[in-house]
């Protein structure tokens, strides 16, 4: 069974760096069926998508982020992060990660099959 | 940027009862549409794709149709634990970008 988990620090100051990990466990980071998504969820509000990355780097990022956001990947480890810089407290939301099923086609299929539970970072000083 | 309202932004219902929740885009998505399902305190639950085809194990209670730009997830009747918060999710943009809907919450009555 496919597992993903977040981890990274639960409280950041303001203007520093957000920095998070998915670990997956239960399946290769390297399937060439998948990109890793960054998801992320203010307190009380909607889902937000950060970005997604595919296991040989390719990119891509929320214009609303993107100058702020970069997502990278370590095959070795079966793990992806996140690197939020600048953040506020606007930028205070659980984050997720997930796998972003990646299939081409008549029929495309690019939607979220499996989510972490989840962390909560505060961005507070 | 595609833009997906999800109306109404809550809907009480009764257990048993049927729930219709609507999903608009603002531009045609084709049938490159999503559901997911999240309760408190978890992560979001994949339930419909292409519009309409039911994620594996989904019980046939749930329904979803459309294309373009309206959709509609329909839930005929509802059990306790169909209680929760549900967003659409288009990939029709993909890549470079996905965007989600607000999200309706279906509460008990």
């Known amino acids: 069974q496919l597992q993903l988990q977040e981890s990274g620090p639960g409280l950041v100051k303001p203007s520093e760096t957000l920095s998070l990990t998915c670990t997956v466990s239960?399946?290769?980071?390297?399937?060439?069926?998948?990109?890793w998504g960054w998801i992320r969820q203010p307190p009380g509000k909607g889902l937000e998508w950060i970005g997604s990355?595919?296991?040989?780097?390719?990119?891509y990022y929320n214009p609303s982020l993107k100058s702020r956001v970069t997502i990278s990947v370590d095959t070795s480890k079966n793990q992806f992060s996140l690197k939020l810089s600048s953040v506020t407290a606007a930028d205070t939301a659980m984050y997720y990660c997930?796998?972003?099923?990646?299939?081409?086609?008549?029929?495309?299929?690019?939607?979220?099959?499996?989510w972490g539970q989840g962390t909560l970072v505060t961005v507070s000083s | 940027e595609i833009v997906m309202t999800q109306s109404p932004a809550t809907l009480s219902v009764s257990p048993g009862e049927r729930a219709t929740l609507s999903c608009r885009a603002s531009q045609s998505v084709s049938s490159n549409l999503a559901w997911y399902q999240q309760k408190p305190g978890q992560a979001p639950r994949l339930l419909i794709y292409g519009a309409s085809t039911r994620a594996t194990g989904l019980p046939a209670r749930f329904s979803g149709s459309g294309s373009g730009t309206e959709f509609t997830l329909t839930i005929s009747s509802l059990q306790s634990e169909d209680f929760a918060v549900y967003y659409c999710?288009?990939?029709?943009?993909?890549?470079?970008?996905?965007?989600f809907g607000g999200g309706t919450k279906v509460e008990i009555k």
């Open positions: 239960g399946g290769s980071i390297s399937s060439s069926s998948y990109y």
């Open positions: 999710q288009q990939y029709n943009d993909w890549p470079p970008s996905l965007t």
């Open positions: 990355i595919y296991y040989s780097g390719s990119t």
């Open positions: 997930a796998r972003q099923l990646t299939i081409f086609g008549v029929v495309p299929r690019y939607y979220f099959d499996y």
